[in-house]
């Protein structure tokens, strides 16, 4: 059952762009044994691992370079502090030029590449959750910072980290602006967690949506059996209108404000849905 059930998850992550290439395809039907599955990821129109380069260990900083990084400066980018065997990063402009996070990282010893993408509410201040945290390197998150705006975006980097690293992390996105890191819906900490949707029709998923604040920008139309084997390399169609009977399967944030749906004329069957709610942590 769990084979079958990430593999649906892939069916429904949408492609960068409209439709799929064959090489998403392949990626997104792999099928992943120890994948742990919460929701139905989508992929995002652009989207750049976390990796880490081993390089050979050497004097990180001077000592002037390290005071030019740690000192006070009211237009810094970043805070960096250097506490207890790591340096603490905090983001203080998340809409910063790349530049300016490179050259403190820099200043401090460190090299490491940080970018900020936009990304939903439940993303803000995190790893692009495809990636994984290199050794060394991690995330300092407040809990309940899924559910909430304003909250600082922090990282902590080991000490004696050698390596050169590419960091992505998720930010708030500004007015009409799509996010660049996109997940369900239904993720944990997004609008519609744990909200009862699959296989309703679109009149009623669209109104559950409005209730929350969203609205339908897209569908994504899969085809019959899209759950199946058969079925998987049926692309979806993207439309800006479907019948309101439409059967609503997925769906993903693509802005602030605004969501795709993605519809079937096919049902997902019973005990996927009760699988993927048991996944989410929904009862």
Known sequence: MNRQVDDVVRRLAPAPGPGLTAGARETMYQIMEEEQVTALPVRGRWRRGLFVLPVAAGAIAASLAAFLAFA??????LDIKDEDGYYLVEVKDVFADPEAYQRQLREAGLDITLRMLPAPPSQVGTFDPTASEPDGIEVIRQDGCERLEGCPIRMKVRRDFVGSAEIILGRQ???GEEYEINIGFDSPGEPMHCVPFHNRPVSEVRGLLKARGLDVQSFDVLGPAFWTKEGKDTPPETKTSVPESAHVVGGYLTMPGKATLQVSDSDLPDDLVRTLKTKA???
Request: charged residues 10%; aromatic residues 0%; hydrophobic residues 35%.
């Open 72 to 77: 006070p400066a009211s237009a810094s980018a």
């Open 281 to 283: 942590g929904c009862p």
């Open 173 to 175: 996105a500004r007015p």
